[in-house]
């Protein structure tokens, strides 16, 4: 695998951008689930590094489970609409105030697809995490409670995110030079 200085274009958000924004957000989940029972569902594996820094910021009592899921279309990052479940989570959510926590919102399949296969199992409430969105690219609405970064439509990596499942180590996030490297797909 290259090195990733030589398709980096720019670093968009840096990681102590990253660490305040996660407080921030942190400190808004604590309050809004004070004396409720949160239960984050961290989205494998993009979301892996989100919910480890946001989980140490929250300062109400929580639980957290994992869920993967494969969407049915073409190469990674292609949408079709409809996703599988890959990797199921490990408790019942009935009761339970659920907070999905997602690495990026692209065209909104994937968490509307999430959503609506949690929402048969009963929780107490189901709410949405994301720590960015491209919002350019929506092609689903899907309500989106907690924001971290709004950002253009430009295919990024770091902190979370892969190319052909790299990169995710990196502290920030930044922006693929495309005419230095063509993610597979
Ligand atoms: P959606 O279903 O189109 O909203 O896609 C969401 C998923 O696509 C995310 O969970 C990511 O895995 C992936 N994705 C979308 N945009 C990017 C990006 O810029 N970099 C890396 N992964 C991305
Ligand atoms: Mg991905």
Do not use: W
Not at 57 to 64: A, G, K, N
Not at 102 to 126: F, Q
């Amino acid at each position: 695998m290259k090195d990733y200085h030589e398709f980096l274009d720019e670093i968009l958000i840096s990681s102590d951008v990253l660490e305040k924004r996660i407080i921030e957000l942190a400190t808004e989940i604590s309050r809004d689930y004070k004396d409720k029972n949160l239960h984050a569902i961290c989205i494998l594996r993009g979301g892996v590094l989100f919910l480890a820094d946001l989980m140490r910021h929250i300062t109400v009592p929580h639980t957290i489970d994992f869920m993967a899921v494969s969407s049915y279309g073409v190469g990674a990052r292609r949408t079709t609409g409809q996703v599988r479940i890959a990797l199921d989570l490990k408790e019942d959510i009935s009761d339970r105030d659920v907070l999905l926590v997602e690495d990026i919102v692209d065209s909104g399949y994937t968490i509307a697809s999430v959503l609506e296969i949690l929402a048969t199992r009963h929780p107490k409430s189901l709410k949405v995490c994301t720590l960015l969105d491209k919002v350019e690219r929506r092609e689903v609405d899907v309500p989106i409670h907690y924001r971290g970064f709004v950002i253009p439509d430009q295919f990024v990596f770091g902190y979370g995110l892969d190319i052909d499942e790299y990169y995710r180590n990196l502290p920030f996030i930044g922006t693929v030079d495309s005419n230095r490297y063509k993610p597979q797909d």
